[in-house]
């Protein structure tokens, strides 16, 4: 009888993080964020509960990511665990330049993307078509838009006429706000608002101007704005008008923003709705430029959208408005924007603003020079207090009328020496970007998007990059650069590291500044002449269709960039999309592997060795770590070994309600666009 041998298996180790109770785990996970901890749920089978467990997941969206898409999301579906996977994912394909879809989605004579909806009007005269895709719900149609019918039925008078222009100026909650100008014989322009889906025209406006016009709107009210009304100073002031969708009716009165500066959207100004209120925010103080203005403070209002009277707007005081001081260098306004955007985890109102400075003292090795910066400031409007009382306003000159702009109360909020009003700033709130020593440093004609992302701590530019190797003429590729922090330090410790004007001399023992340096990353990796990768140069070919040479036309919100370049032989602008949501669907995609962005090292002092930047090899462990399977890094881009994979085409699922009787249809359902374009759109494996 053959004896047996007897096998032992040595007790597998198990760290002592791992035998932790789940109530202990949940303590630690407070102290982290949600890219952590996805990415302690990939370092080991034993902590994947933490990503998978839907009560636990539910703990870790409501205190980090309740203000999102996602979490809305998973209120619906009870999928909490989706969601956090979701906004992990997303984060980080931003930040590092790696989105999951990219594909030519449209041909249009103009376009807008606001809110995840890609609005765009197709001229094929005397037929022209508006067409409403919307993208972040990666709908299977299209509602398509008979132009002449509509504003046959809305403005009946403009039949005889041939020649009009029409233009999208907002779409949200369903509804969409066009304006149409036509001359018979003298110009009117007219706001159209409707819902396509439901064959319903909401209103139609004559307008007295439509200078600057812009709308916004929730589900409940719209509101109109013009840069049209002349005041008694010969400048130019904002007017709002304000609509009620569920009774159908304008507000009596108008709100004239008499004492708010700026004209150029997105630059300048702001406006947007976000949740029952309206807002405005202004950079600018004075409507003149005047040599006592040594100190710079944001205008920040807001009123209830249900009641848009002065005497309900409220206004930032001075203490919680100020934004720079104009000892601090001058500006290049042609880098600058400016946004109101809710924090994905607080849900507080923040003020993101990029300025491109010439400074001429900074902290830390920074040398004098240029730098692109991004400034966050948090919106605080005093609950306690009336509406506009009579506390310190946030302006130059507060809520005085126009006439008594040039008092003494002037002097006493400007006239002060450099240094007299010096602010901290939180490191949290600072981002320094590229400045001037940076070995690859873009020219404002090369980069055609500039963008940020508080919620990842990056900045996104979309660049024409003439040594990225590629096919073609022109060269676009995202660029990325996001920061980390140095070592753990919660934001309650912020404050003992300001970033001041002027800072102070910090001890020995404290860093000077708290995060890394930027990592900077590009996409799609540059080609190598030599070694060339087919997949790679397809990506190229989308994002720089052969033969468009025109302007660039960009937009982008966080989980996506939406551009139009050139035009094609029929003068159509071809518009590209790419995506950073896992979740993003297009029917009729080609499945590939995930291509990661490519880290740019020379951006990097020479003197850091921060965690794998000066390795190539760590920086491939660090994807391992983050996408967890060594076939998707850089690298391994060869093309799918099965055939592409095409999706399904989903069933269309929605359906036009018929007109008014005696009403022609002016609205329809269609297969999108990008279903029988001959690109490709590529969706790669995650």
Known sequence: ????????????????????????????????????????????????????????????????????????????????????????????????????????????????????????????????????????????????????????????????????????????????????????????????????????????????????????????????????????????????????????????RKMHLTDFVGYDIGSTVCFEIIDDYFYGLSNQTDFEIRETDWNSYYHCFRFPLDDPDVKNKQTMKTKDSWRRQHGEGPIDDRWSFLKLEKDEASGRINIVESRKEWLNKKSGSLQSGSLRTYYVTEVIFDENSKPDSDGESATAHGNLPAEQIITSSLTRYLNKPPGSDIRFRSPENVHPGDDSSMALVFTRSQTHLRAYQRCCSTYLDLVDDVSSGSLGPRHLRLRTGFRKSQTYWPSWKYSDYNYEVEPKQKSNEEPAYPYQPNRVYFWPPKQDTSNRTPFVDDIYQILNPPGCLGGIISTSDERSVVYATGEDTNGLKILVYLSFDPAARLAGMLREKYVLGEQDMSSLPSNETEGGYHSLEAGKDRCMRHFGSTDKLIGDLSRHPLPSYISDIPSMHTAIMSPPEGCKPWASTEQPMYWNLPGKIFAFAH
């Open 1 to 252: 009888m053959t004896p047996r041998t007897l096998l032992i298996t040595p007790p597998r180790t198990v760290s002592k993080l791992q035998r932790l109770p789940y109530e202990i785990m949940a303590y630690i996970v407070e102290y982290l964020d949600i890219d952590e901890i996805f990415d302690l749920s990939l370092s080991c089978r034993h902590f994947q509960y933490l990503v998978k467990e839907e009560s636990f997941c539910r703990a870790i969206i409501a205190t980090q990511a309740s203000h999102t898409a996602e979490a809305r999301e998973a209120q619906r579906t009870g999928q909490f665990s989706r969601a956090l996977r979701r906004v992990a994912k997303r984060r980080q394909a931003f930040s590092r330049a790696s989105p999951y879809v990219v594909g030519i989605v449209a041909l249009a004579d103009s376009y807008e993307y606001i809110h995840g909806i890609l609005c765009y009007i197709v001229e094929a005269r005397p037929k022209r078509w508006l067409r409403i895709l919307d993208l972040h719900g990666s709908a299977s149609y299209e509602l398509v838009v008979d132009i002449p019918t509509l504003v046959q039925e809305a403005v009946p008078r403009s039949a005889t006429s041939r020649k009009y222009k029409f233009r999208v100026l907002y779409h949200a909650n369903g509804i969409t706000s066009c304006l149409f100008s036509f001359a018979l014989p003298n110009t009117e322009n007219w706001l159209l608002i409707f819902k396509a889906d439901e064959q319903l025209i909401v209103a139609a406006l004559q307008l007295d101007s439509a200078a600057k016009i812009f709308v916004r709107n929730n589900k409940d009210y719209l509101y109109v704005g013009t840069h049209s009304e002349e005041g008694a100073d010969g400048f130019r002031k904002w007017v709002l008008m304000g609509y009620d969708i569920e009774k159908r009716s304008w507000f009596s």
